[in-house]
């Protein structure tokens, strides 16, 4: 696996998605990138998102911030998370979205890897 691209998000796990948009997009002035429903709000940050999540739409137990890097691929990430000390909580498949592997680092903190889908053949 190459070394991340980028920081492809930053998202906060809300009880009320809904709720927080209005002090997300009123308050600190975020512009709306995306929605699906109140499930997953995501504004336009610069060369990032910053999005509002659902409980469902993250991993299990997960509160707080949470950083996801996009990577081109998962491969040899579990082995080398784990030699690390990290803990692998699992994958996700987004469909044509891509996909997420979920992983707390050493001290507990959760990461996610995603993966975007690649694109349909011509």
Same mark, same amino acid.
């Given at each position: 696996?190459?070394a991340p $691209?980028?920081?492809q998000?930053? !998202? +906060? +796990?809300?009880?009320?998605?809904?709720?927080?948009?209005a !002090? =997300?997009?009123g308050a600190?002035? @975020?512009?709306? $990138?995306f /929605?699906?429903g109140d499930r997953?709000?995501q =504004?336009?940050v610069g060369?990032?998102?910053v999005?509002?999540a659902?409980a469902e739409e993250? *991993?299990?137990a997960?509160s707080? @911030?949470?950083?996801?890097?996009?990577v081109?691929? !998962?491969?040899?990430?579990?082995? /080398?998370?784990a *030699?690390a000390g990290?803990q692998?909580?699992g994958?996700?498949d987004?469909?044509?979205?891509?996909a +997420?592997l979920?992983?707390r680092d050493?001290?507990?903190?959760l990461?996610? @890897?995603?993966r975007?889908?690649a694109a349909?053949?011509?």
């Open positions: 696996m190459t $691209k980028r920081v998000s930053v !998202f +906060v +796990v809300a009880r009320e998605p809904a709720s927080l948009h !002090f =997300y997009e600190l002035g @975020l512009p709306l $990138k /929605r699906d997953w709000i =504004y336009g060369n990032t998102n999005a509002l659902c993250a *991993a299990p997960t707080g @911030l949470v950083m996801v890097l996009e081109e691929d !998962f491969e040899g990430a579990q082995e /080398r998370i *030699a990290g692998v909580l994958l996700r987004m469909g044509s979205h891509g +997420v979920s992983l050493p001290e507990g903190n990461v996610q @890897l995603f975007r889908a349909p053949a011509a």
